[in-house]
């Protein structure tokens, strides 16, 4: 079954340092989507992304954050100047018009 | 904005037994909810999903309802095993692709 793939699996940083977390969607799919959840949280909606551009944002997604499909594979979240409740599971998912699936997540833990 | 509330919060029961959790959702032009099934160090899994279009459905030990008069919708878990164990989640959305708002969760235990 296809999956959407996040790397890295856990990501330790400097506070103040950038971070780029990586996914790679599911080849077909052209919704693209980042989700963060703090621990022991829900999951929070960022951003979604369609035909190369964000489509949505929430309140969470400021101008500490952009996303990236800069090859037509790879979808990338970047965070500029990380902050210590930056820390938490960062999700990717990718879809179509029937549903979406997401990526095991990449723990960043900011120090 | 759509509001997604979810009990209980926790939920221990004994292998075999069934499980329900329940969700109430505030926005009427939701009609798409998936539930997804957490399981530790994971991301959430897709388990089933019901449009607005449908009042039940069933796979398998699964099964959701969906009332959208009330706005309530939940999830049946038929003779549950020890892997069943995990943090639940409904959602609410417009469409199947929009954003997923999620409820806060439920963790269910299955004892063995």
């Known amino acids: 079954e296809p999956e959407v793939t996040q790397t890295p699996s856990h990501q330790v940083t400097q506070m103040g340092q950038e971070v780029i977390l990586r996914c790679v969607p599911i080849?077909?799919?052209?919704?693209f989507y980042w989700y963060r959840q703090i621990l022991g949280q829900k999951v929070e909606f960022l951003v979604s992304?369609?035909?190369?551009?964000?489509?949505?944002k929430s309140e969470i997604f400021d101008d500490q954050f952009s996303v990236e499909r800069p090859d037509g594979s790879n979808f990338t979240l970047k965070i500029r100047s990380t902050k210590l409740e930056d820390s938490a599971m960062y999700f990717c998912?990718?879809?179509?018009?029937?549903?979406?699936?997401f990526g095991s997540g990449t723990r960043l833990t900011v120090v | 904005g759509e509001n997604v509330e979810q009990h209980p919060s926790t939920l221990s029961v004994q292998e075999g037994d069934s499980a329900v959790i329940k969700c109430t959702y505030s926005?009427?032009?939701?009609?798409?909810f998936p539930w997804y099934k957490q399981e530790l160090g994971k991301g959430p899994q897709l388990i089933i999903d019901?449009?607005?279009?449908?009042g039940e459905k069933k796979d398998q030990r699964i099964a959701v309802t969906l009332n959208k008069t009330a706005k309530h919708f939940s999830l049946h878990i038929t003779e549950t095993q020890p892997e069943d164990s995990a943090v639940y989640f409904c959602?609410?959305?417009?469409?199947?692709?929009?954003?997923?708002?999620f409820g806060p969760g439920t963790s269910l235990s299955v004892i063995p």
């Open positions: 959602a609410a959305m417009e469409t199947s692709y929009d954003k997923v708002i």
């Open positions: 926005d009427s032009a939701s009609n798409y």
């Open positions: 992304f369609y035909n190369n551009e964000i489509s949505e």
């Open positions: 019901i449009r607005s279009n449908v």
């Open positions: 080849s077909n799919h052209l919704y």
């Open positions: 998912a990718s879809g179509r018009d029937d549903g979406y699936t």
